[in-house]
C-alpha cells in the first residue's frame, strides 16, 4: 500500500508541474494589458500647423534612445504667403472676384528631416503635462507656382472678353484684372527651389493615455534657398524664409 502511494506521488507530482506551466502560459500578458506608463520604444503621430504665413501639415516618427531622449525623423508640407500680400477687388465690375495684386508666385514647402527631442519633465503615471524640447533640421523643396489672372480684353465700347492669363506686373494693371483664375492654372508651371532647414520648438503632451498622446508644440523654423523666389512684383527674390508655429499632433506608441 505503501508503495502504490509513492508511485503515485511520483505520477502526480510532474503533473501538476507541467500543469502549472501550462496554465501560467495561457495567461501571459498580452501587449495591450500591460500597464500604461512602462516606456515604449517607438511612435508616430500626425498632425496640423498654423504659423505666421501660413499653414501645414506633417508626419513625424521616433524611437527612443534613451528614457529621455528620443530620435526623430518628420515629413512636412508647409503654405508660405507674403506679408505684404492685400486681396482687392476690380470696383468697375460688381461680380469681380478678388485676388492678391502683385503676386507673382503662390510658393510652399516640402520638408524631410531628422533631429532629437529631449523630455524635461516626465508627466505623472495619472496624467497631465510633459514637457519637451526638440530641434531638428534636413532638406527642403520650394515650390512656386505662377499666378493666373482672368484679364479683361475690350472688343468694342460695350463688349470684352475675359482669357486666363499668367500675371504679368508689366502689362496687367487694377483696370484691366477681373480676378483670380482656378486653382490649378500654373500647376504645370512649378519652379522648385531646393534647400535647407531647421527648427526648434516646446512640446506640450497632454492627457492621461501614454499608449495615444497627444500634444501642442510651439516653435519657429527657418528655411534657406540658395536659389531665390519671386513672390511679390518689384521686390527682391527672397531666400530666408522665417515662421513661427502652432501645431497640435496626436498618434501611438508601441514596441
Known amino acids: 500500500m505503501k508503495r502504490a502511494a509513492a508511485y503515485l506521488i511520483l505520477i502526480l507530482v510532474p503533473l501538476f508541474c507541467l500543469t502549472g ?14 500597464p500604461d506608463n512602462v516606456l515604449l520604444e ?6 496640423a500647423l498654423i504659423h505666421t504665413n501660413g499653414w501645414g501639415l506633417k508626419f513625424r516618427y521616433g524611437k527612443n534612445r534613451t528614457a529621455l531622449r528620443l530620435w ?7 503654405t508660405y504667403k507674403s506679408a505684404k500680400e492685400i486681396r482687392v477687388l476690380n470696383p ?28 524635461l519633465n516626465r508627466k505623472p503615471y495619472w496624467g497631465g503635462v510633459q514637457l519637451s524640447i526638440l530641434w531638428m533640421g534636413g532638406v527642403s523643396i520650394g515650390l512656386a507656382k505662377p499666378i493666373y489672372l482672368y484679364i479683361i480684353h475690350p472688343i468694342s465700347m460695350y463688349e470684352y472678353e475675359i482669357k486666363e492669363e499668367r500675371y504679368d506686373p508689366e502689362i496687367h ?6 480676378g483670380r483664375a482656378s486653382l490649378l492654372a500654373g500647376i504645370l508651371e512649378l519652379s522648385f527651389h531646393p534647400g535647407i532647414y531647421a527648427r526648434t520648438g516646446l512640446e506640450f ?10 500634444a501642442l508644440e ?31 499632433t496626436f498618434g501611438k506608441r508601441y514596441n
Do not use: H
Open 42 to 47: 517607438k511612435q508616430w503621430a500626425l498632425g
Open 21 to 34: 506551466k501550462s496554465v501560467q502560459a495561457q495567461y501571459q500578458p498580452v501587449p495591450d494589458t500591460l
Open 92 to 119: 468697375y465690375y460688381a461680380d469681380s472676384k478678388s485676388y492678391i495684386y502683385g503676386k507673382l508666385n503662390s510658393v510652399s514647402f516640402l520638408r524631410a528631416g531628422t533631429g532629437q527631442q529631449y523630455i
Open 72 to 78: 526623430m525623423w518628420e515629413a512636412e508640407y508647409g
Open 173 to 178: 494693371f487694377t483696370d484691366d484684372i477681373y
Open 205 to 214: 503632451e497632454f492627457g492621461n493615455k501614454n499608449r495615444r498622446p497627444k
Open 218 to 248: 510651439a516653435g519657429a523654423c527657418l528655411d534657406f534657398s540658395p536659389i531665390g523666389i519671386p513672390i511679390m512684383a518689384y521686390n527682391p527674390k527672397q531666400n530666408l524664409f522665417l515662421t513661427l508655429y502652432l501645431s497640435f
